[in-house]
């Protein structure tokens, strides 16, 4: 062999053997204890070592190093070198060429110099650096050390591969696009620049990578995993794995396990998996950014940090916290019971399924509660909030709201800001604090609440408790049997359909009875009571107020203060004049369903009785205007038939405490009225017990169509008067009534 240098500190032989491994000579070193030390420095070497220490080193050419048993030192030099270390804590440097090292057993270092090198580390706790070029390196059992790229390399780029076999390995790869895989046990992999992918394996490993588009695998185990700048891809796999994003837009699941997942700055997509994770858009110390962050967590109990930026946020199963943080942010809980927020921005929250808190935050939110029994908070800002199914509390906070129960018996309250309200079906309490608020019962037995300011409130279906508060409120009824309370300031109420119970509190308030028999108290101020269709009660109060019988057998009692008291022709279509006693005299009808019973109370009271025309519909017909009004005058002119037309009776009405000596007055007014009097002593005592006033209507055409009809009877307790104290009209009442609609009745 050309150029070769030996020695050794014991007896040497040097024997020629057949040629190895392709190469034409071989040289082999050996003797008892023996440590070689050979420098080949020229040509295709083969240099097999001794058991002992041993130093080879190949120089120039394509070199063959065997180092046998012992710690031995191989250096390939220039070209493709294969160094085989054997057993012991070797060293092997391939330097420049496209080297092939193998460590064998032992803690042995490798070191690949430049040129696309290929590294095994063998068993034991290996050292290995690939060094420049893009090599292939292999860690064995055992701890090791792995480097794609060795120190100096700062502008190479060369792709490695690393297996890092079994053992807690360390692995670096570097510049370059490198695929690291730690395998078994706890491993440190980081990638380094480039677009890597670094699989950590069994085991609990930390993998991490640095500038570049990086995929990065935990695999099983409980493992830590730092995406670097780049858009990455981080995979948790099994185990209670730890991610982080870093900057870039990247994608990080944390598969089975409860995990721990960032995605720090920029847009991320984030997924927790199975188990119970926790989920952050952003990292610490990105307060100034804004990345739009998708996060899915999976199923666990997760919590979920949206960060700034408009997110995408499903805590998916089980029971999640999940926080938006700043900006537009669209926030869904999923199955479970759920604790949803957001800060700032307009932001959409859903519940789903499970007994969910949302909290809006600022900004003006959608908010919805969906299954479950559900609390909803707006905070400030006009929020739209919907509780849906389930007994749910929904809070608007500050602003004007908009706020729906939906199914169940829910709460609503909306604070601050002039607020909307349905309760929705259930039986539903609204209550709408400060604001000028629009409160719907809706379906179910509901309370509602105006509270300051002017208020509007309709119970709609069902028994409702309506209470307007303070300010001049408006209370509808609808349906059923409510109870309507103005509270203070002018209130307009108004019963509809059932037996309704209305008080109007403080102020001048106007109250209109519908259909039912409904009970009605003025309380103090001037107040107006209609009692409206059915049996009603009416009570003034204090102050000057004034009571509409209207259909049905009224009762209403002014209270103190100078009221007015109005009873309507409610008793239908009067007799007619034939109806007469043996003696010549009339006959007075007594109307069973139309009998008012009036008080005045103290004061200077007036009581009115009014009757009102009425005609067939055939005569209203041909009567009513191009504009639907109706043309009385032409009506009084159809005189032919004793039904055409006709002044609507009173019934049997009675007044309780008719004083004129107070300043009472009695009016009685309709078309062709006539009115008597009969001073009764009804029970023979020779005093007067009451004044009956006897009503027909009287027509100077004997044939006319409404001559001597009577009209009702009015019974009036209290002081005596004549006819010369109350006042009668006869003039026409056809400008009570303008449209057809309103008479046809």
């Given at each position: ?8 500190d ?6 020629f053997?057949s ?6 000579e ?5 003797g008892?204890n023996?440590?070689?030390k050979?420098s ?6 083969v240099v097999?070592?001794?058991?002992g220490d041993d ?6 050419g ?6 046998d ?8 030099g ?9 057993f012991?804590?070797d ?5 420049a060429?496209?080297d092939?090292?193998?460590?064998d057993?032992?803690n042995?270092?490798l070191?690949?110099g430049t ?15 690939g060094?420049?070029g893009?090599d ?7 701890a090791?050390?792995l480097s794609?790229?060795g120190p100096?390399?700062a ?7 690393i ?12 510049m370059?696009d490198?695929?690291?895989?730690g395998?078994a046990?706890?491993?440190k992999v980081?990638?380094g620049?480039?677009?890597d992918q ?10 991490s ?7 990065l695998s ?6 830590t995993?730092w995406?670097g700048?780049?858009?990455d891809?981080l995979?948790g796999g ?9 900057a ?6 944390g598969g089975?396990?409860?995990d721990?997942?960032?995605g720090?700055a ?9 188990g119970?994770?926790f989920?952050s858009?952003?990292?610490p110390g990105t ?5 739009h962050?998708?996060i899915l ?14 997110d995408?946020?499903?805590?998916e199963a089980?029971d ?5 943080g700043?900006?537009d942010?669209q926030?869904?809980g ?7 927020s957001?800060g ?5 929250l ?7 808190t949302?909290?809006?935050g600022d900004g ?11 609390a909803l ?6 929020d739209?909030?919907m509780g849906?199914?389930g ?7 500050w602003g004007?709201d ?8 829910d709460?609503?309250h909306?604070?601050?800001?002039n607020?909307?309200f349905?309760g929705g079906w ?7 604090h400060?604001?000028?608020?629009t ?6 037995h509901?309370?509602?609440?105006g509270?300051?300011?002017?208020d509007?409130l309709?119970?709609?279906?069902g028994?409702?408790l309506?209470?307007g508060g303070d300010g001049?409120?408006?209370l509808?009824g609808?349906a ?6 103005g ?12 037996m309704?119970?209305?008080v ?5 308030d ?5 259909s039912?028999n409904?009970t ?7 107040d107006?009571?209609?009692?409206g269709v059915?049996?009603?009660l009416?009570i ?7 009571t509409?019988?209207d259909?049905?057998?009224?009762t209403?009692?002014?209270?103190a203060g100078?009221d007015?008291l109005?009873s309507?022709?409610d008793?239908?279509q009067?007799?007619?004049?034939q ?12 109307y069973?369903?139309?009998?008012d019973v ?8 007036e009581?009115?009785?009014?009757l009102d025309?009425n005609?067939?519909a055939?005569?209203?017909a ?5 504009d ?5 005058m032409?009506?009084?002119m159809?005189?032919?038939n004793y039904?055409d037309?006709?002044?609507e009776?009173?019934?049997?009405d009675v007044?309780?405490?008719?004083t004129?000596s ?5 009016v ?14 009804e ?6 017990d009451?004044t009956?006033l006897?009503?027909m209507?009287v027509?100077?055409m ?8 009577s009209?009702g009877?009015?019974?009036v307790y ?10 009668v009209?006869p ?14 009745l």
């Open positions: 062999m050309s150029g070769l240098t030996t020695s050794s014991s007896n040497l032989l040097d024997q053997v040629p190895l491994f392709g190469f034409s071989t040289e082999t070193f050996a008892p023996g440590k070689a050979v080949a420095t020229g040509g295709n070497d097999l070592g001794t058991p130093s080879l080193t190949g120089e120039g394509n070199d063959t190093l065997v180092g048993a012992g710690n031995d030192i191989l250096i390939g220039e070209g493709l070198d294969l160094a085989m270390g054997g012991g804590n060293f092997l440097s391939g330097d060429g496209d092939l090292l193998l460590g057993d032992g042995d270092t070191d690949g040129g696309a090198d290929t590294l095994d580390g063998g068993q034991g706790d290996d050292m290995i650096n060094g420049a893009s292939n390196l292999s860690g064995g059992a055992g090791d050390f794609g790229d100096g390399t502008t190479s780029f060369g792709h490695d591969t297996m890092a076999g079994a053992g807690n390995d360390t692995i670096w790869g570097g370059g490198d695929i690291l895989n395998e046990d706890d491993d980081d990638g620049d480039g677009d670094v699989f950590g394996g069994d085991g609990n490993d930390t993998l990578a640095g500038a570049g588009n990086d995929y935990g695999d099983a185990g409980m493992d995993l995406g700048d780049g858009n891809v995979s099994l185990g209670n794995d730890a991610l982080y994003g870093g870039g837009t990247d994608t990080l699941d089975e396990g409860d721990t997942i960032i720090g920029d847009s991320d997509n984030l997924s927790g998996g199975a119970a994770d989920l858009g952003d990292g307060a100034t950014s804004f990345g962050d998708t967590a999976g199923a666990g109990n997760d919590t979920i940090w949206g960060g700034m930026g408009d995408i946020l499903n805590g089980d999640d916290v999940v926080d938006g700043d900006g942010d926030v869904f999923g199955d479970g019971n759920d604790t949803l957001a700032a921005g307009n932001d959409s859903s519940g789903e399924a499970g007994n969910d949302l909290w809006g003006n939110d959608g908010l919805s509660g969906g299954l479950g029994d559900d908070y707006g905070g400030t800002g006009a739209t909030m849906e199914e007994h749910d509390f929904l809070n608007g906070g004007g908009f706020l729906i129960g939906g199914g169940g018996n709460t609503l909306g604070n601050g800001g607020d909307y349905e259930g039986n539903d309490l609204v209550e709408g400060n604001g000028e608020d409160l719907h019962g809706n379906e179910g509901d309370t509602l609440i509270g300051g300011d002017m509007f309709e119970g709609h279906d028994n409702d309506m209470n001049a409120d408006t509808f609808g059923g049997d409510d109870v309507m309370l509270g203070s300031g002018d209130n307009f109420l108004r019963g509809d359909e059932g309704d119970s209305m109007g509190g403080v102020g001048a106007l109250m209109i009875g519908g039912g409904d009605q108290s003025g309380n103090d101020g001037n107006n009571l209609n009692g059915g049996d009603d009416m003034g109060g204090s102050g000057n107020d004034r509409y019988g259909f049905g057998n009224d209403a009692d002014g209270g100078d007015t109005f309507r022709s008793g239908g009067p007799v007619l004049d109806v007469r006693r043996a003696n010549g005299e009339f006959q007075y009808i007594v069973e369903d139309a009998n009036l008080t005045g109370g103290a004061g200077a009271d009581f009115i009785f009014r025309m005609a067939t055939e005569v209203l041909r009567n009513t205007n191009l639907g009004t109706v043309d009385w032409s009506i009084m159809e005189n032919d039904h037309h006709w002044v009776a009173i019934g049997n007044i309780t405490d008719f004129p107070e300043g009472d007055t009695l009685i007014s309709g078309h062709t009225v006539s009115v008597t009097l009969e001073q009764v002593d029970d023979g005592d020779g005093a007067m009451y009956l006897m009503l209507s027509q100077p004997v044939n006319g169509a409404h001559h001597n009809d009209l009877t009015i019974r209290g002081e005596a008067f004549t006819l010369a104290d109350i006042l009209d003039s026409a009442m056809w400008d009570a009534y303008d449209s057809r609609e309103e008479f046809l």
